[in-house]
């Protein structure tokens, strides 16, 4: 887990240090569809599908709404959760990294809280696609009678609708 948050911290940091000057426009919504699983402390493997919609305040800041569903040989699995996320947009580059804490609930047989932080990388195919090439999070909720931890990892696409006018400082 500390080398997955090193590569992201890392990751971000070499990206904030280049700044591209322009005029553009960003996708003011994004939304994902893919493939998504899950492994927990309790040795449980969820495999499933992954949907976010995320709406961009601004070139970095969104709101981030996710919905996935898992599902594994003794039960079906839901999350629902929504948080902030940020993402580096730049001209020149083909790749977005992005980071989101996102908070909610997970389901199985009982309904409790969850959180998921993480991150990932999308590279943009054009303006209105992209693919997601990456997407981890630590996972966390309260199952049964105590808290359980995991992984989620999801890959899949993206697609951009609408456009935002922002300027580049």
Do not use: C
Not at 59 to 85: L, Q
Request: zero cysteines; glycine letters at 8%; proline letters at 1%.
């Amino acid at each position: 887990m500390k080398k997955i948050l090193f590569l992201m911290f890392f990751i971000f940091f070499t990206a904030s240090l280049i700044k591209a000057q322009s005029n553009e426009s960003i996708k003011q919504t994004e939304i994902f569809v893919g493939h998504s699983f899950i492994n927990t402390n309790a040795d449980q493997r969820l495999n499933g599908s992954n949907i976010s919609m995320t709406s961009n305040i601004n070139k970095y800041w969104g709101i981030k709404g996710d919905f996935g569903k898992y599902n594994s040989n003794r039960e079906n699995t839901y999350t629902v959760m929504a948080g902030p996320s940020y993402a580096m947009r730049f001209k020149k580059f083909r790749t977005e990294p992005f980071a989101h804490a996102l908070f909610g609930a997970i389901s199985n047989h009982t309904t409790s809280f969850s959180m998921a932080y993480g991150g990932g990388l999308d590279v943009k195919i054009n303006s209105a696609f992209a693919v997601r090439a990456f997407q981890a999070d630590y996972l966390r909720f309260h199952g049964d009678s105590n808290y359980k931890s995991g992984v989620r990892f999801s890959f899949g696409v993206v697609l951009r609708l609408g456009s935002k006018n922002i300027t580049r400082d």
